[in-house]
């Protein structure tokens, strides 16, 4: 199929100036956008929703105001404030970047600069130059990827399909109209696909593009981008521990820096297997010989595999080491997901258990 002639950029910033979403990192129509806000935004927004960052964005910006106190703040302080964002591995380069830029005195500039701090790769990169910076980079991601297969009827799938769509992308910011305003064409496309070319039920007749859209003249846009079958998700098996004392302290330990959850706290417990964990062996890992009641289990979806951690329940006289969190707590430390997924399984049966041990010590 011949390709189209490319949409005219002013159509969609007319549509843009109209219609932007108001996201509480984007500057106002005319003013200066903030670096600082522009990298924090595009960290968290990766791989989750803009629904999931909105809530979370003021707090951490009311914690970490600066780049420079982002910067200054101990790895435990960011964790805490990160929780519940997934994807950890974020946390530690945002952590990482802010020290880089801070020493440096500011952002570089250009996505070749940009590119060079720890967690920014390309597509972010160029979001920011773009965004931030006035570079006239086009970023691509999820969004723009449905929306310039859709212009173009590119039929081949997803993930092989990237590369050609990321030079129709540029193509796309080639026009002069995109390369006055590179940061507000970049956030219409966002906003284009994120509230009009949908991933289902595109609404094509509010579209500004789409008397250029191929796929619509084909009456195949909601069809595409077409994607690759996917494999069967790979299957983990855990046990995790709640330990708590006669205090109500709750025992939790701190994963190493590096690999999935890195730095994050976590309930002591087994290494994540393809097999399930036998009762005996298991309780090789518990982190004090004692009794250890069932607390079922919890599920949890990584990017690359599903996880089933089971969760035991016991009790101790005293917790001695130094990370042992009050009951009332432990949901507000700072727990990944996953984590605070168990603890809560933990706390539904230690009410239940705390009976039978006042009764045993009575």
């Given at each position: 199929m011949?390709?189209?002639s490319t949409p005219p950029a002013e159509s969609l910033l007319a549509w843009y100036d109209r219609h932007r979403r108001d996201l509480p990192w984007r500057a106002p129509p005319g003013a200066r956008p903030d670096p600082y806000r522009v990298w924090l935004s595009e960290i968290m927004l990766q791989q989750t929703t803009v629904a999931?960052?909105?809530p979370r964005f003021a707090a951490f910006l009311a914690r970490f105001p600066t780049v420079e106190a982002l910067a200054a703040a101990p790895w435990e302080e960011v964790a805490r404030a990160w929780a519940g964002l997934g994807y950890y591995a974020r946390a530690r380069n945002l952590h990482a970047a802010a020290k880089v830029v801070a020493e440096q005195g500011r952002f570089p500039e250009d996505a070749a600069g940009l590119r060079a701090l720890p967690g920014v790769g390309d597509y972010t990169a160029s979001a920011i130059a773009a965004i931030a910076f006035g570079r006239p980079e086009v970023p691509v991601d999820g969004n723009?990827?449905?929306?310039?297969?859709?212009l173009f009827a590119v039929e081949e799938p997803l993930p092989g399909a990237k590369p050609?769509?990321?030079a129709l992308a540029r193509r796309l910011g080639e026009e002069e109209a995109a390369k006055a305003r590179p940061g507000d064409f970049a956030q219409a496309l966002f906003d284009l696909g994120a509230t009009v070319c949908t991933p289902r039920r595109p609404a094509c007749t509010l579209c500004p593009c789409r008397v250029s859209c191929a796929g619509h003249r084909a009456g195949v846009a909601e069809s595409l981008p077409r994607k690759a079958e996917k494999g069967l998700r790979p299957q983990?098996?855990?046990v995790v521990f709640w330990l708590e004392d006669a205090a109500g302290r709750v025992l939790l330990r701190r994963r190493p820096p590096a690999g999935l959850l890195g730095g994050m706290l976590e309930l002591p417990g087994t290494p994540w297997r393809e097999v399930r964990w036998g009762e005996a062996e298991a309780h090789e890992y518990a982190p004090a010989p004692v009794r250890w009641s069932n607390a079922g289990a919890?599920?949890?979806v990584f990017t690359h595999f599903a996880l089933d951690l089971a969760v035991r329940v016991g009790r101790v006289e005293r917790i001695g080491e130094a990370l042992a969190v009050p009951r009332d707590e432990v949901l507000g430390a700072g727990l990944p997901g996953v984590m605070a997924k168990a603890a809560k399984a933990a706390?539904?049966?230690?009410a239940v258990a705390e009976e039978a041990w006042v009764r045993a010590s009575a």
């Open positions: 011949r390709e189209p999931a960052v909105a723009v990827e449905r929306v310039v297969a859709r050609r769509l990321r983990r098996f855990g919890v599920r949890h706390l539904s049966a230690a």
